[in-house]
């Protein structure tokens, strides 16, 4: 594995970090500020739609410079922003940071996977993809359920203050380990706006808005959910984020894999798999056991369509790949942000810490169906295509 893949990963760790443990520390900090804990969702939807906004804006901007010099500047955005939470003395200067630091997430992830792409063969790319992934997932096992028992113990702040730190770190990382890598020749805004005449662009970002986000919806909530409906005490929230954390390790690792292999065929699983899992989370939420195992599940089946949607992407959009794999980052967060919206809308009716599921089921069957379509559109399109006209398959791999 080249080190420059290390690198991103470890970059990767601490937007993973930030992105998650707000989940976990959602209690303490809507009783800090005395806001409910939907209003403190908006910690959850305004990330994510920073993350939608700086994708396509900062990628843009980083067309103008080397991929090296822009992946440092978007972690030192990202340290300055959660220095910013760390140090609010209001939520919503708390909220400003949380968007400050979501605003490198996207181009970051975007930007590295065409940098991964760069440094492995071919027919690695969906691996190339998780393993720079891997480091998110490892948040979740490691950095989010520590951030979570530090957050509860001492005080959120710390933890937010403690992820700076990490992204430091991975500044650092990223200056020594990542090749220096001219900008890219003919690199303009243009030829990358060519990717999204392509349908199939259009919909793998569709599949991973309603795919992903219905994991949000039901993970948003988790803390609440499961002290309130499983009987878990707040300390047990911790380890029920390893868990999750564990999920989408062996998720990521195994979509990482077979998407390499039979790519479609892999969406279909996981995203009906995903509807399946989310719906039954409903009745599973009252029993202990039944929801941990259920909880690791979701975090499989939601982490096992990443590869293969940003593959998706990727693959679609050959020729202008950069600003496509941006934008889909942020189409993630989109899903996140318009889950988070939906789960906290159900909550605050009424239905129950339960509802989010049904949200969650309900947007991955959505999925499911537009992947099906997709297919069927291929199917009835002779050649590989893109809005610029037929071109050959990519000679590098992607993130």
Same mark, same amino acid.
């Given at each position: 594995?080249?080190?420059? *893949?290390?690198?991103?990963?470890?970059?990767?760790?601490?937007?993973?970090?930030?992105? /998650?443990? &707000?989940?976990?520390?959602?209690?303490?900090?809507?009783?800090?500020? =005395?806001?409910?804990?939907?209003?403190?969702?908006?910690?959850?939807?305004?990330?994510?739609?920073?993350?939608?906004?700086?994708?396509? *804006? *900062?990628?843009?901007?980083?067309?103008?410079?080397?991929?090296?010099?822009?992946?440092?500047?978007?972690?030192?955005?990202?340290? %300055?922003?959660?220095?910013?939470?760390?140090?609010?003395?209001?939520?919503?200067?708390?909220?400003?940071?949380?968007?400050?630091?979501?605003?490198?997430?996207?181009?970051?992830?975007? &930007?590295?996977?065409?940098?991964?792409?760069?440094?492995?063969?071919?027919?690695?790319?969906?691996?190339? &993809?998780?393993?720079?992934?891997?480091?998110?997932?490892?948040?979740?096992?490691?950095?989010?359920?520590?951030?979570?028992? %530090?957050?509860?113990? #001492?005080?959120?702040?710390?933890?937010?203050?403690?992820?700076?730190?990490?992204?430091?770190?991975?500044?650092?990382? %990223?200056?020594?380990?990542?090749?220096?890598?001219? $900008?890219?020749?003919?690199?303009?805004?243009?030829?990358?706006?060519?990717?999204?005449?392509?349908?199939?662009?259009?919909?793998?970002?569709?599949?991973?808005?309603?795919?992903?986000?219905?994991?949000?919806?039901?993970?948003?909530?988790?803390?609440?959910?499961?002290?309130?409906?499983?009987?878990?005490?707040?300390?047990? #929230?911790?380890?029920?984020?390893?868990?999750?954390? &564990?999920?989408?390790?062996?998720?990521?690792? *195994?979509?990482?894999?077979?998407?390499?292999?039979?790519?479609?065929?892999?969406?279909?699983?996981?995203?009906?798999?995903?509807?399946?899992?989310?719906?039954?989370?409903?009745?599973?939420?009252?029993?202990?056991?039944?929801?941990? %195992?259920?909880?690791?599940?979701?975090?499989?089946?939601? /982490?096992?369509?990443?590869?293969?949607?940003?593959? $998706?992407?990727?693959?679609?959009?050959?020729?202008?790949?950069?600003?496509?794999?941006?934008?889909?980052?942020?189409?993630?967060?989109? =899903?996140?942000?318009?889950?988070? !919206?939906?789960?906290?809308?159900?909550?605050?009716?009424?239905?129950?810490?339960?509802?989010?599921? !049904?949200?969650?089921?309900?947007?991955?069957?959505?999925?499911?169906?537009?992947? /099906?379509?997709?297919?069927?559109?291929?199917? $009835?399109?002779?050649?590989?295509?893109?809005? +610029?006209?037929?071109?050959?398959?990519?000679? +590098?791999?992607?993130?």
């Amino acid at each position: 594995m080249p080190l420059a *893949l290390l690198a991103l990963a470890v970059g990767a760790f601490g937007i993973g970090t930030t992105e /998650f443990v &707000i989940m976990g520390l959602l209690p303490e900090i809507a009783a800090d500020y =005395g806001v409910s804990i939907p209003t403190a969702g908006l910690l959850v939807t305004g990330y994510a739609l920073g993350v939608v906004i700086g994708a396509p *804006l *900062l990628t843009v901007l980083g067309t103008k410079v080397s991929r090296k010099r822009m992946l440092m500047l978007l972690m030192g955005l990202f340290v %300055i922003g959660n220095l910013v939470s760390a140090l609010a003395p209001s939520f919503g200067v708390m909220l400003a940071g949380r968007v400050v630091a979501s605003l490198a997430h996207g181009a970051f992830f975007g &930007i590295g996977s065409v940098v991964a792409a760069e440094l492995v063969a071919p027919d690695k790319k969906a691996g190339a &993809i998780a393993t720079m992934f891997t480091g998110l997932t490892v948040a979740n096992i490691v950095g989010v359920p520590l951030g979570t028992y %530090i957050g509860q113990a #001492v005080g959120w702040r710390t933890t937010f203050a403690i992820v700076a730190a990490l992204g430091i770190v991975g500044l650092l990382g %990223i200056a020594k380990l990542v090749p220096a890598m001219p $900008r890219p020749e003919g690199a303009h805004l243009r030829r990358e706006l060519t990717a999204f005449r392509n349908p199939q662009v259009l919909l793998a970002m569709a599949m991973t808005v309603l795919g992903f986000g219905g994991v949000f919806a039901a993970i948003t909530y988790i803390a609440p959910m499961m002290t309130n409906v499983a009987g878990y005490s707040d300390g047990a #929230v911790t380890w029920l984020l390893v868990l999750f954390g &564990i999920g989408m390790f062996l998720g990521n690792l *195994l979509g990482g894999k077979y998407a390499d292999r039979k790519l479609m065929p892999m969406l279909y699983t996981t995203l009906g798999g995903l509807a399946v899992v989310l719906a039954l989370f409903t009745l599973t939420a009252h029993n202990k056991v039944l929801a941990a %195992i259920t909880i690791m599940l979701v975090g499989a089946l939601g /982490f096992a369509t990443v590869p293969p949607l940003q593959k $998706r992407v990727l693959d679609q959009a050959h020729g202008a790949p950069t600003l496509a794999s941006a934008v889909n980052i942020g189409a993630f967060n989109l =899903g996140n942000a318009l889950a988070a !919206w939906l789960g906290g809308m159900v909550i605050a009716a009424g239905l129950g810490f339960t509802s989010p599921n !049904w949200v969650g089921a309900v947007l991955a069957a959505a999925a499911l169906a537009l992947a /099906f379509w997709s297919a069927a559109l291929e199917r $009835r399109t002779p050649a590989t295509t893109t809005a +610029a006209g037929p071109v050959p398959a990519p000679v +590098a791999a992607h993130h």
